[in-house]
């Protein structure tokens, strides 16, 4: 239960009080749980990959307000821009998604205020989960990797394996002879590497370089200027910018092995050849 600790020392008494109790009693749901979901003036629901769990406590928003300013160490306005992305990432590679009501400038989000939601979203790595799926990436000839887009509906474990991918590719694999590689990841949203104060909480791997909340053009572009990536990985590739900064980064003086994960609402994996 030490994941699920980790985001529940974020909320006050009362509400940690019954979520504990409601974890305590049930071990399974304690596996299963992926989602905290609470919201003014509603129920908390605990979301399982099987099934919705309602608890029947209605939240305030002076609750949300309390809970908002633990995960800003007591300083909202420190993590201003994080919340203009909607989503802040704590220790443990926890990622909490926010809404309320946005205030724009120049078509831009410049702050949310009168916040009404939280979903906190429970992080476990599956290590080796890539491990049947790593044969259709390496190309163990010659020590490198085919160029890799995995497609699949939402919340089927594209990242969780492209995770896994990179670790694996970092570190190398001694089983069938396979070198590391250095890697360099793209980490737009922080669910990849999930870093905290600029300390990944994911394993990418031994020989993995990050850069986060920036778009994939600069990023990619910073990685291979500055760290001489092997394989650059990213995720949730979907607009003309990413498909622009794809070709950009592959067109470089050294051509570059790069891995995306996408959404789709059609499921399954291309492995691109060159």
Partial sequence: MKDIEEILIYFPNQ?????????????????????????????ILLKTRQADIIIDYKISTNEILQILERLCENSIYAYK?????????????????????AVTEDGKIINLKYVTS??????????????????????????????????SPPGKGKTTMLRDIIRN????????HFKGMTCGVVDERGEIAAMYKGVPQNDIGIRTDVIENISK???????????????????????????????RSYD??????????????????????N
Avoid at 23 to 34: A, G, M, P, R, V
Avoid at 126 to 138: P, T
Avoid at 261 to 270: D, H, I, P, T, V
Wanted: net charge positive; glycine share 8%.
């Fill in 15 to 43: 509400i940690y009080t019954l979520l504990k109790n409601t974890l305590t009693q049930n071990i399974n749901l304690q596996k299963d749980l992926q989602e905290i979901r609470i919201r003014v003036g509603k129920s």
């Fill in 81 to 101: 821009n994080q919340i203009c992305e909607g989503f802040l990432t704590i220790k443990g590679g926890h990622r909490i998604g926010i809404t309320g009501t």
């Fill in 118 to 151: 939280l979903n906190f979203r429970i992080a476990r790595e599956v290590i080796d989960c890539s491990k049947h799926f790593l044969k259709e990436v390496i190309d163990l000839a010659n020590n490198s990797i085919y160029n890799t887009l995995i497609v």
């Fill in 169 to 176: 590719i970092s570190n190398g694999i001694g089983e069938i």
């Fill in 217 to 247: 053009a600069k990023g990619m572009k910073m990685l291979i200027r500055s760290m001489a990536p092997e394989v650059i990985a990213c995720d949730e590739i979907g607009s003309k910018e990413d498909i622009q900064a794809i070709r």
């Fill in 252 to 273: 470089s003086r050294s051509k570059r092995y790069i891995y995306y994960a996408w959404e789709n609402n059609r499921g399954y994996k291309k492995k691109c050849k």
